[in-house]
């Protein structure tokens, strides 16, 4: 099991930035997909970003692509996500997840941390 922790998050007005952090620990991570991940209160959790850590392919959904980057810094186990641009609808609770490459569901979560921005 990968032990997730998520920071950053906080208040911003819209057209600002934010990079939240997701430190990882328990698990070699060389075999997992890291991925981060929104829930909007009443809203269903939606996939924001992914990346493979090794060989580091990367995911975007399409709401984010051009103003969020995700990134991972292998020597610190922590997995990045900038968020530029920020917009009034991109106000969520945040979470990093884990899985094994060869599954397809998310098993291991952090506990989330809150960004929300003002319009």
């Known amino acids: 099991q990968v032990q997730l922790v998520e920071s950053g998050g906080g208040l911003v007005q819209a057209g600002g930035s934010l990079r939240l952090s997701c430190s990882a620990s328990?698990?070699?991570?060389?075999?997992?997909?890291l991925g981060w991940f929104r829930q909007a209160p009443g809203m269903e959790r939606e996939f924001v970003a992914a990346?493979?850590?090794?060989?580091?392919?990367?995911d975007y959904a399409d709401s984010v692509k051009g103003r969020f980057t995700i990134s991972r810094d292998s020597a610190k186990n922590t997995m990045y996500l900038q968020m530029n641009g920020l917009k009034p609808e991109d106000t969520a609770v945040y979470y990093c997840?884990?899985?094994?490459?060869?599954?397809?569901?998310?098993?291991?979560w952090g506990q989330g941390t809150q960004v929300t921005v003002s319009s």
């Open positions: 997840a884990a899985h094994y490459y060869t599954l397809t569901t998310y098993r291991d």
């Open positions: 328990g698990r070699a991570l060389s075999n997992y997909v």
């Open positions: 990346i493979r850590w090794s060989g580091g392919r990367l």
